[in-house]
Nanobody
Framework: QVQLAESGGGLVQAGGSLRLSCAIS????????MGWFRQTPGKEREFVAV???????NYAHSVQGRFTISRDNAKNTVYLQMNSLKPEDTAVYYC?????????????????WGQGTQVTVSS
């Protein structure tokens, strides 16, 4: 059974930083692609950042230069460092995994998801 557990969300002022963590069990991180997505009420889940098996990354334009996705295969954990946060970054953030090495930006390409962690950025 593959399980993902996010942590690190919270309330922060605009311009602040947060680091989200996603611990994965039941799947070897080193052979998997991982992604971070976010969702606000009434909207579809949107791509934030992905990292493939080799460590190559891809970011949404809205977070490019502010967010960094990274992976620690030894700890089976993926991170999302979020700097210069804006109120429009407020959302529930989800991590996701797929059993192949490539990392597409479509949420439909990922087969297991975490429960989500709330990030709220106040102005």
């Amino acid at each position: 059974q593959v399980q993902l557990a996010e942590s690190g969300g919270g309330l922060v002022q605009a311009g602040g930083s947060l680091r989200l963590s996603c611990a994965i069990s039941g799947r070897t991180l080193s052979t998997s692609a991982m992604g971070w997505f976010r969702q606000t009420p009434g909207k579809e889940r949107e791509f934030v950042a992905v990292v493939n098996r080799s460590g190559a990354t891809n970011y949404a334009h809205s977070v490019q230069g502010r967010f960094t996705i990274s992976r620690d295969n030894a700890k089976n954990t993926v991170y999302l460092q979020m700097n210069s946060l804006k109120p429009e970054d407020t959302a529930v953030y989800y991590c996701a995994t797929r059993p192949w090495g490539t990392a597409p930006v479509s949420s439909h390409s990922y087969d297991y998801w975490g429960q989500g962690t709330q990030v709220t950025v106040s102005s």
